[in-house]
């Protein structure tokens, strides 16, 4: 694997329960009742991206549906508004994983925010569709929220796959 100077070193593979963990966790608090405010980030959305974008093969587009018709239950919202948001999400995660992680973390997390933004734009629009109220302009805030954390979300979801560091003279990785 080619690596650019200064960059991590080698994961340890992902545990698949780990992943599934963090999906559902992040489902669970989106659940949460807190008014859902119009700047709330979708920690969710973050998931989906994150793992679209470390673990393509694992979290597909169909996962991405699944979690999203989950959404629209839970919120009663119009059936197919989360479930076409993250579908979207998870298509162009898997679209660009490749280009993106070849970018530290902070300039990752300027080229997520679009697709938080689209996302975010998808669901007002079905929304609105629907016959839906404006929320305010505050929502624009949401994908700016979710692109700041996705440096935060990126060192606690691979914290477990970190290798310690114990060079040696016959296992220099």
Do not use: C, K
């Amino acid at each position: 694997m080619i690596m650019r100077p200064g960059q991590q070193q080698l994961l340890l593979p992902l545990s698949p329960a780990f992943m599934w963990a963090t999906l559902f966790v992040a489902m669970l608090l989106n659940m949460l009742p807190l008014g859902r405010i119009g700047w709330m980030p979708d920690l969710l959305a973050l998931a989906i991206v994150f793992w679209g974008v470390h673990q393509p093969s694992r979290v597909s587009i169909g996962i991405a549906f699944m979690f999203g018709l989950a959404m629209d239950v839970q919120q009663s919202a119009i059936l197919g508004q989360h479930a076409l948001s993250y579908t979207t999400l998870g298509y162009f995660a898997t679209s660009i994983h490749r280009r993106l992680l070849w970018y530290p973390v902070f300039s990752q997390s300027l080229q997520v925010l679009p697709l938080f933004a689209l996302s975010h734009l998808i669901e007002l629009g079905i929304r609105m569709i629907g016959g839906g109220v404006f929320p305010g302009w505050s929502l624009m805030l949401a994908p700016v929220i979710e692109a700041a954390l996705w440096p935060l979300a990126t060192s606690v979801l691979l914290a477990p796959q970190r290798r310690a560091p114990e060079p040696d003279a016959n296992r220099p990785l």
